[in-house]
């Protein structure tokens, strides 16, 4: 009993010690996810004077670090930025220039809980990427863009400062973070609207492309890519994008983001130079290859210009596509377009386009929408059609809202020569005469349409296996089981054999 009595004691007295212990271990959101990071790549605070071994794979663990330490970057304010800084950076190390950029003089720093080498360039460029994206959101973007310009040149520093020497850790843990910088960079040159600002920055994009090239940094080569087509498509120079995507790889290695961005960006080049079969393709891909719980407004902005390519394709899209989830309120001008193509009135068309040109303008599809007038026309060419086999010339302007029955007539011969219409015009008579509708599966049309459905399906499980991931190891497990019922097999079929040899001596 006694010793009962004593146990209990012992426990009670030790409660309140283990929560001031958990109490203590509470660091802020940010210092955390430093420490995380430090503790990913192999460091500690116990041996931050001196180099780790090479840890495998530093990229991909950036990677998930970044997308796990979402929601504490988002939640950061200018204050807990500095705060971290001050904690977690030597003043005296290797990351003495992003500490000078973002701790303030006045502010007190924390001696003897610095990160160690393996992580400390990692977490400073984190920090002043978030640092340009908190002023970036405030509205200073002169600010942002300087700071920007600054880390920029401290990370290059740190990557050619560990090239010429091997003894240090490799630099490709920096790769994510600063392809970053040049992203975030870019949307604040963006915001700025200077064209000597970007015509600068456009050359150093092209250039830190091409070294990011060299040293095999996939990040960075993707996210430069992209924001040079953005920047190219944002101030109209569509051939100039035509060029750079024709004459550029996009890496296969890169991150589903860019890649959905990337392939947006090629179908929308494509759209503009005519091109809308490819342009169909990759704008659906970067739509199926998108996150469906975020990434709203790019999958709306892919939505609209796809519309827009099968209406110019001469099809119709899906009534469903108009009435997706957070979608229904920015599709409607484009369903109002859709039916009016659908009906093909021109009038109808004219109508819709002129109430919401300030709407399509800036969504950036108001060139690719007028273009569709024509289609209209045919659409409306269609249906007279299959409706009458004969129609004088004057009903045919009247029924599409042309303006006379000569500019008709000419409609007319363009979609004969197109092969819109199956029909001959009668100039003198003025009149055009339908021909008997031909069996549409003795044609090529079902074949070709069976070989795109074919090739779609293929393409995507190819996708797929690609896209599958394998837990390490998990092969053994199936191997040493084969292994062992092929013991089991081979343990009996031995004592069926000393059971024959048995019977045969008796």
């Known amino acids: 009993m006694v010793e009962d009595t004593n146990m209990t004691d012992a426990v009670d007295t030790a409660e309140p010690v283990s929560t001031e212990k958990k109490e203590e271990i509470e660091l802020p959101p940010l210092e955390a996810a430093a420490r995380r990071l430090e503790r990913l790549l192999g460091g500690g605070l116990s041996d931050k004077d001196k180099m780790l071994d090479f840890y495998t794979n530093p990229v991909k663990v950036v990677r998930r670090w970044l997308g796990t330490s979402s929601g504490a970057a988002d939640q950061a304010t200018a204050e807990d930025v500095k705060a971290c800084a001050a904690k977690?950076?030597?003043?005296?190390?290797?990351?003495?220039?992003?500490?000078?950029?973002?701790?303030s003089a006045q502010q007190t720093q924390n001696e003897g809980s610095f990160l160690s080498m393996s992580s400390c360039r990692e977490v400073e460029s984190w920090l002043l990427s978030l640092a340009v994206r908190i002023l970036w959101k405030q509205g200073s973007f002169s600010e942002a863009l300087d700071l920007s310009n600054k880390a920029v040149d401290i990370m290059v520093s740190h990557m050619e400062e560990n090239s010429f020497h091997a003894s240090t850790a490799p630099a490709s843990s920096l790769f994510p973070l600063v392809a970053r910088m040049y992203r975030l960079r870019a949307l604040v040159a963006e915001s700025i609207n200077d064209a000597n600002t970007s015509t600068m920055l456009r050359q150093d994009m092209a250039h830190a492309y091409n070294m990011a090239t060299l040293r095999r940094d996939v990040d960075t080569q993707a996210t430069l890519l992209n924001c040079m087509l953005r920047d190219l498509l944002k101030n109209s120079q569509v051939e100039q994008a035509e060029k750079l995507l024709s004459n550029s790889t996009f890496p296969?290695?890169?991150?589903?983001?860019?890649?959905?961005?990337?392939?947006y960006y090629s179908g929308r080049i494509q759209?503009?130079?005519?091109?809308?079969?490819?342009?169909?393709?990759?704008?659906?891909?970067?739509?199926?290859?998108?996150?469906?719980n975020t990434g709203t407004g790019f999958r709306i902005a892919a939505q609209r210009l796809l519309i827009v390519v099968q209406l110019l394709m001469g099809e119709i899209p899906e009534r469903h596509v108009f009435f997706t989830t957070g979608m229904k309120q920015e599709m409607g001008p484009y369903l109002s377009i859709t039916q009016a193509v659908r009906c093909g009135d021109l009038a109808v068309f004219t109508k819709?386009?002129?109430?919401?040109s300030a709407r399509l303008?800036?969504?950036g599809t108001y060139t690719l929408i007028s273009r569709l007038?024509?289609?209209?026309?045919?659409?409306?060419?269609?249906?007279?059609?299959?409706?009458y086999s004969r129609l004088s010339l004057q009903d045919v302007a009247d029924r599409l809202g042309l303006p006379s029955a000569k500019s008709a007539e000419y409609v007319v011969a363009k979609a004969v020569r197109d092969g819109v219409l199956d029909a001959t015009i009668h100039h003198e008579e003025g009149y055009v005469q339908s021909h008997d509708l031909v069996d549409v599966y003795a044609t090529k049309e079902p074949t070709e349409a069976f070989h795109r459905r074919i090739a779609y399906c293929l393409t995507t499980h190819n996708d797929a296996v690609k896209g599958m991931r394998y837990p390490p190891d998990a092969y053994k497990k199936q191997l040493e089981a084969s292994r062992g019922n092929r013991r089991k097999r081979g343990e009996e079929k031995t004592?069926?054999?000393?059971?024959?040899?048995?019977?045969d001596e008796l």
């Open 88 to 103: 977690v950076l030597d003043p005296s190390g290797p990351c003495a220039g992003g500490y000078k950029l973002l701790v």
């Open 252 to 263: 296969e290695t890169a991150s589903n983001n860019q890649l959905c961005r990337y392939l």
């Open 271 to 292: 759209a503009m130079r005519l091109e809308y079969t490819s342009s169909y393709s990759n704008l659906s891909q970067s739509l199926r290859k998108a996150p469906t």
């Open 352 to 356: 819709v386009i002129s109430e919401q």
């Open 361 to 363: 303008q800036r969504d």
């Open 373 to 387: 007038a024509h289609q209209v026309v045919k659409a409306g060419l269609r249906k007279l059609h299959m409706s």
């Open 495 to 503: 004592d069926e054999e000393l059971e024959d040899e048995l019977d």
